[in-house]
């Protein structure tokens, strides 16, 4: 684990989303970054397939998700 430098301003975007997205500011800073590293290692993928992509790597059932 280590600290990573940043911008005053881009610490206020993070606090702002993790409110929105109910994370804490280091989980929306990994988020961002997680999702950053897979976009330019993948760069064909658009942002919802890489997610797709995840939730399928954790075996996350999609379709039990709509089931009421």
Same mark, same amino acid.
């Given at each position: 684990?280590?600290? @990573?430098?940043?911008?005053? =301003?881009?610490? $206020? =975007? #993070? %606090?702002?989303?993790?409110?929105?997205? @109910? %994370?804490?500011?280091?989980? +929306?800073?990994?988020?961002?970054?997680? #999702?950053?590293?897979?976009?330019? &290692?993948?760069?064909?993928?658009?942002? &919802?397939? #890489?997610? %797709? =992509? +995840?939730? %399928?790597?954790? $075996?996350?059932?999609?379709?039990?998700?709509?089931? $009421?």
């Amino acid at each position: 684990m280590g600290i @990573v430098k940043i911008s005053n =301003e881009l610490h $206020e =975007e #993070i %606090r702002k989303a993790s409110a929105a997205m @109910v %994370r804490s500011i280091n989980s +929306q800073s990994e988020f961002w970054i997680k #999702i950053g590293m897979l976009a330019e &290692t993948n760069p064909n993928m658009t942002y &919802t397939e #890489i997610i %797709r =992509e +995840q939730l %399928r790597l954790a $075996e996350v059932d999609m379709d039990g998700a709509s089931d $009421e």
